[in-house]
């Protein structure tokens, strides 16, 4: 019987160990797959943010470099036009209408004198648009006010205008300016056109193929292709287009590169960016394509992510399945131990709950914070744009509305039998102020008179005299409270942020005429355009199909179409110009299920975000209300990327993985490492007592790491604990200043081993110097002390005698009239200047001297030459680097040493000197020119004869004529 009882005990136990093998190996293997699948997700997001960054980065800054460049354009063609005007037989031409070939060579060489002219032609227009003479071809006679809306606005307002448009034969940059006789009237324009070609050969130097397309709604207007090339039905405007890159983009088609969501396309190893393209009335025209290569990008940020991953996620396996071996070996079958295993288990369980629920928790709250902070972020940006369009209004208001000339028109408006004939008044003389203003976002400028008729809408002067009382409350509010009101509201027209100002006409200090009202007013793409550039997202617009049905003329409503949200519409020009500019928001993501709640909150007329279907984007909505009805009439929507949701969401799976591999290891070595804490605090205690009573900065570290620092370390940098001081730097290394005249590990090629360079120098040589927490530069005396493995490092204060030895060589060194250094200066640095070039690169000099200057002395006298001396050394500081150094070398001659890659680059530095110091007026003096010789520092030779050799060059330059450069090897 005894027998039998203890075998079965036995198979107990041999049942019971089965299980729990089972159980420990399925453990084990779960947890493997699930850092497995944790680590793809954090790989994952981390590429996505590198990218995301990088492209973000190039986005911003194509977009700088092409409006830059486009302004410079703009400008260029504008100044080459103003000289043409200028020049009398220029004038004479025009007056005579002598347009031959030699009359354009003529014009062409004039402009040669004033910059790049290489594929421009120039065309002259008749007084009401039809071409008289172009360049370029023989074809005159044409209308273009029909194809061309600058042309159609030149005729329309004489003044100089510059724009991108698209003609017959291409899209080009265009200048006009008008041209008036003796009397004063308009009697045609002048046109300078260029393409785009050179603006793609600057990009190329960024890296950048380009392709100009113009959109394909244009393909039947150019009638006459200059570069006669497609793809599909859109028209390549550049002839240099890279043939690489035109089969690239024909072989995906357009469409594929033009996203209405997305400012660039990714195709394997190359990133195509899209620029869209607008006349000055925002019509528009079409997109700029750039091609760049993103191989190396690849290579150097985003497999270097992978392999980390893949290294962590190595030795993350490692480390758990050691753990598991250790609990395996130490793990007994015996009864009394199984139960103290399951009761630990079981308080495990319990505790691992409480951290599940607190994490899912606190990450809720976390995402409701986030959603109110970024709500509220955008009603504050929301706030800034109408504040901003406010004030253009009020401006514009005050400066172009309320003046005598306009009040007179609008009481002459007051007479029925006048009102016409004042309309046509009023319209004259505003039509040009109009234009302008619509460069600032101005849409509608509309006159009503007192009893809410409609007199003037400079937007579309054909139409007036509805009466408004009904269709716009705003309105009728104004002209019954004689005050101001601003608020979004639809027109009959238009929808738009508006600002109505009463009028009133002042007979005298006591009287007061009421005459109406006026409207300023901004287009809701301009707002929601500058609300999604401000938040760096993608926006849309929808207004209450109601409220489109009520309000607007019938002429006018087929402006909207229906949206997917039943009772709102989309205004289709903002869609598409949203859409050209690759900033529409695609609320067809959002997902049905939510179109209940989506109107329920929007009733409440607060701003508020949901996430999508798939939690890849938060949609932020704007409820617009009437001022007056406060009903809820448009809605703006921003569209945001979630990356941030995603990363919660990510971060909340790694949580609970890592609290349960962390819990259960805690439970594993609990005892081990309660033991292993209670020493190694009782040993930080004593060494941080030691070290807290030193007067000097002291700190422990190895190559790697700070280990240790006193009280005096934390206070001097304004940190609580090394904890946190370690989170922005890795050692104290990355505090010193990059000064010459202290150590410093900028030209330290590996980081890790300045302390072994600092061991290396004498010990006057050891003073490094510092910024405190606010912001004040100190300088310290530096001892380094090894200490097996480690170092004691002992910084002491020494920054009034070291600021008093500074002052002392900075006066001694720097020349006293311009500031730069002195001879004296470079006599005691040659060696520094010497050394300070590194990475391949080499010591240029640059041997400046000016022109003719003992005449200004001679005629101006020293003190103008004095002045001139000054005024060289700042255009040359604003025209080189900080780095480099300025050494006058005597009277008006100056060196300047700078490091370099090539004496081609030497050269261009010298040259934009040259440039600046030419196109500077001086005072008095006006026009001073400098020549300049050039050479290259050789290693292990004198460097005076390299001095000399600038000198030489110099010379050769004065010789030659003097504002040059020269160079002599």
Known sequence: MDFYVKYKSDQGVFLLSKIIKLVYFTLFFSILVAVVYVSNIYKDELIQEKEKEYFTSNTEQLNRQINKLISDKKASQLMMLQQLVADHKVLQLINIKQFDSNSYKYIFQKLQLYGDIKGSRVQFISAN???LSRSWDS?????????????????????????????????????????????????????????????????????????????????????????????????????????????FIKSKGAEHFISPYYSYVIDKNTAVFNYALFDEKEVFLGNILLAKDISSFRDSKIEPIKSDVQGLLVIFIIFISLGFYVLGNNYNLHLKIDRLLFFSFSIFILIYLFYFLGVYFYYHEQENSYRYSYNESVKVDFENISNKYSDIAEIMFKLEIENVKIFEILKKAQDPSKKDEAREELYEQLKDKYEQNK??????????????????RMHKPNIYGDNLTKSRPTVRWVNEHHQRIDGFEEGKIYSGFRHIFPLFYQYDSSNKFYMGSVEISFSSFSFIKNLANTDGCQGSFLVKSDIVNSTLFTSQKSNYENSIYAGWSFDKAVREKLRNLS??????????????YIEEKIDKGEVFSISDKNENYLFTFIPLKNPITNEVVAIFILQKNNAIFLNMQNSKRIAYLLGFILLLFVFMYMYKEISLKKEYKLL???????????????LIMNKDEILEVNKKFLDFFGYASLAIFKLHDRDISEKFLDDERCFHIKNIENKRDWIEKLASIDSKDKIVSMMDKKGDVYYFSIQENKMEDNYLLELSDISDTMK?????????????LTGAYNREYFN??????????????????????????????????????????KQIVQIMRKTIRVDDLIVRWGGEEFVIFLNIDSMDILIKIANNIREAIESEVFDNVEKITCSFGLSIYNKDEDIYEAIKRADEALYEAKRSGRNRVNFKS
């Open 129 to 131: 648009g039809v071409s």
């Open 439 to 456: 460069l600032y976002g101005v849409r509608q400028l509309h006159f009503h008179l007192s009893n809410n008729e409609s007199f003037l």
């Open 684 to 698: 930080l205690r004593k060494t941080q007592r030691i070290l807290d009573a030193q007067d000097s900065i002291l």
């Open 583 to 596: 900033i529409d928001a695609d609320i067809s993501l959002i997902g049905s299920q939510k179109y209940a």
């Open 828 to 869: 005691a640095s040659n060696e520094t200047i010497i050394n300070s070039t590194h990475n391949g690169l080499h010591l240029g000099i640059i041997f400046c001297d000016i022109d003719l200057f003992k005449n200004v002395n001679d005629t101006y006298g020293h003190d103008v030459g004095d002045q001139v001396l």
């Open 139 to 247: 074809v005159t006679g044409d209308n273009l006010v029909n194809i061309r809306q600058d042309v159609a606005s030149m005729i329309k307002s004489p003044r100089i205008i510059s724009s991108i448009s698209i003609g017959k034969y291409n899209m080009t940059f265009k200048t006009m300016m008008p041209i008036f006789n003796s009397e004063n009237s308009f009697i045609g324009s002048i046109e300078l056109i260029s393409t785009f070609d050179s603006m793609v050969e600057e990009l190329k130097h960024f890296g950048y193929n380009s392709l100009v397309l113009v959109d394909k709604q244009y393909k039947k207007q150019i009638t006459y292709p200059i570069t006669k090339t497609f793809i599909g039905d859109y028209y390549v405007a550049n002839t240099n287009a890279d043939k690489q890159m035109l089969q």
């Open 804 to 816: 008093e030895k500074f002052r002392f060589i900075d006066k001694a060194y720097t020349d006293s």
